[in-house]
Antibody, heavy 127, light 108 residues
Framework: EVQLVESGGGLVQPGGSLRLSCAAS????????MNWVRQAPGKGLEWVSY????????YYADSVKGRFTISRDNAKNSLYLQMNSLRVEDTAVYYC????????????????????WGQGTLVTVSS | SSELTQDPAVSVALGQTVRITCQGD??????ASWYQQKPGQAPVLVIY???NRPSGIPDRFSGSSSGNTASLTITGAQAEDEADYYC???????????FGPGTKVTVL
C-alpha cells in the first residue's frame, strides 16, 4: 500500500524557518518524481515545488522561489521541504504528492498527474 | 496565460448528470487531471490523461477535452460525490504546474 506521511509542521514567526518531511512507503521511492502542494485555510490548491526521481531537476512556484528548497533522500525514502524567510501568506496545509506518468500511444504525449497524496501537515506563520 | 479557470460552484440533483469545466491556454498542449477533495481530507485523483480513472474510482466519473477546455462529467451523481473538484495541468512553460480555483459540487 502506498503511503505518504508528512511531518514537521507547526507555528513559526514571520521570517522564521521550518523543515517539512514526507516519509514514503509501499512503492520504489527512487523511481518516482515528487511534488509539494499547499492549501491555505479555506482556499484552493497551489503547486509549490517539483523534484525529479534522482533529484537532479527541481522547479519552484514563483511565490516560493529563493525561499524554499526541495530535496530528497532516496536511501531513506524521504522527501523534504526547507522553508526559509516564511511569510504570513505561507500559512497552509502542505501535502506531498507522488507524480506518475504514462505514454499515451494515441497522442505521443506523457500525461502527468499526482496519483497519491499524504494527509498534509499544517504550517502556521504568525507573530 | 498560465491560469486555469473553473466555475466556483455547481449543483446537481441526485442521480442526474453534471459537467465541470476547466479552461486555460495550456490545455491546448497538456491534458488536465482532476482531483476530488472533501472537507478535512487530502485530494484524491479521479481522472487523468485523456480519460483514465484510477483503481477504485467509480465509472460515473469521466473526462474529456476540446481545445482549451477540459471537462469532468459525473453521470448519475451520488450524495458522496459532493466535494470540491480541482483541475490541474502543466503551465505553458511545461516546467510548472497550475491548479484551477476549484468547483464546489452540491448534490441536491
Amino acid at each position: 500500500e502506498v503511503q505518504l506521511v508528512e511531518s514537521g509542521g507547526g507555528l513559526v514567526q514571520p521570517g522564521g524557518s521550518l523543515r517539512l518531511s514526507c516519509a514514503a512507503s509501499g512503492f520504489p521511492f527512487s523511481s518516482y518524481e515528487m511534488n509539494w502542494v499547499r492549501q491555505a485555510p479555506g482556499k484552493g490548491l497551489e503547486w509549490v515545488s517539483y523534484i525529479s526521481s534522482s533529484g537532479s531537476t527541481i522547479y519552484y512556484a514563483d511565490s516560493v522561489k529563493g525561499r524554499f528548497t526541495i530535496s530528497r533522500d532516496n536511501a531513506k525514502n524521504s522527501l523534504y521541504l526547507q522553508m526559509n524567510s516564511l511569510r504570513v501568506e505561507d500559512t497552509a496545509v502542505y501535502y506531498c504528492a507522488r507524480e506518475d506518468t504514462y505514454y499515451d500511444i494515441l497522442t505521443g504525449y506523457y500525461p502527468r498527474y499526482f496519483d497519491y497524496w499524504g494527509q498534509g501537515t499544517l504550517v502556521t506563520v504568525s507573530s | 496565460s498560465s491560469e486555469l479557470t473553473q466555475d466556483p460552484a455547481v449543483s446537481v440533483a441526485l442521480g442526474q448528470t453534471v459537467r465541470i469545466t476547466c479552461q486555460g491556454d495550456s490545455l491546448r498542449s497538456y491534458y488536465a487531471s482532476w482531483y476530488q477533495q472533501k472537507p478535512g481530507q487530502a485530494p484524491v485523483l479521479v481522472i487523468y490523461g485523456k480519460n483514465n480513472r484510477p483503481s477504485g474510482i467509480p465509472d460515473r466519473f469521466s473526462g474529456s477535452s476540446s481545445g482549451n477546455t477540459a471537462s469532468l462529467t459525473i453521470t448519475g451523481a451520488q450524495a458522496e460525490d459532493e466535494a470540491d473538484y480541482y483541475c490541474n495541468s502543466r503551465d505553458s512553460s511545461g516546467n510548472h504546474y497550475v491548479f484551477g480555483p476549484g468547483t464546489k459540487v452540491t448534490v441536491l
